[in-house]
């Protein structure tokens, strides 16, 4: 069974608008919680996190949003480019420090495409 | 600073060989994962190395896949016996400590094809 659920395999957004990507998660154990995006060809690249203690986290364009309650997360990214155009892969994590493992469960990706 | 190696970027071989995949983590990252990425889906966890010892092997497959990282940096990758569902892009990353709240930096992956 999926742990992390993207459930929109694709997106389409016109440069300038908001982009929201949506991700839900099963395992109440998860307490840190991760986007990535990544390019054809290329590895995954880190975008922004959130802890569970946290329900937002902003940076620059990108805010992820967490509402605990339901399981939820969503990445915000405003105004969308062209340049945003990629899959982007939400993730979690849990146990904290001391000993297990960190692996991290991925969702299995939203393509973006943000039309100039 | 350099960021995660592996090599090779493509592997073509031929069912039931053996193949071994190479990474190289950020210098300092003391944390290192293996990762399998099949069309269609998001990165699986194969095998988390703190240091030289595997701290969690759980998510290899079975007892063709084996993984080293003998001196604490550099980690191999090994598969005997491949099958065609083996054919994935395997990713490695590294992280600078073990512990939740650290993101793990991933090389570009190598794409492993099995005929």
């Known amino acids: 069974d999926q742990q992390v659920k993207q459930n929109s395999p694709s997106l389409s957004v016109q440069e300038g608008r908001i982009s929201i990507l949506n991700c839900d998660y099963t395992n109440s154990m998860f307490d840190y919680f991760l986007w990535y995006k990544k390019y054809p060809a290329e590895g995954p690249t880190f975008l922004i996190s959130i802890s569970s203690i946290k329900d937002k986290n902003e940076d620059g364009r990108f805010t992820v949003f967490l509402n605990k309650s339901a399981k939820h997360l969503s990445l915000h990214i405003v105004p969308s480019q062209p340049g945003d155009s990629a899959v982007y892969f939400c993730?979690?994590?849990?146990?904290?420090?001391?000993?297990?493992?960190?692996?991290?469960?991925f969702g299995k990706g939203t393509k973006l495409s943000v039309i100039p | 600073g350099a960021g995660v190696s592996q090599t090779p970027s493509n592997k073509v071989t031929e069912k039931g060989k053996y193949v071994e995949l190479r990474c190289d983590p950020i210098s300092g990252h003391t944390a290192l994962y293996w990762y399998r990425q099949s069309l269609g889906q998001g990165p699986e966890f194969l095998i988390y190395f703190q240091g030289t010892g595997a701290a969690d092997d759980s998510g290899l497959p079975n007892d063709r896949f084996f993984a080293v990282r003998p001196e604490g940096s550099v980690s191999t990758l090994k598969i005997q016996r491949t099958e065609r569902g083996d054919s994935a892009v395997y990713l490695c990353a590294s992280s600078f400590r073990e512990g939740s709240y650290n993101e793990q930096f991933f090389g570009p992956g190598t794409r492993l094809t099995v005929l």
């Open positions: 993730a979690a994590s849990g146990v904290g420090s001391g000993a297990g493992s960190y692996q991290l469960t």
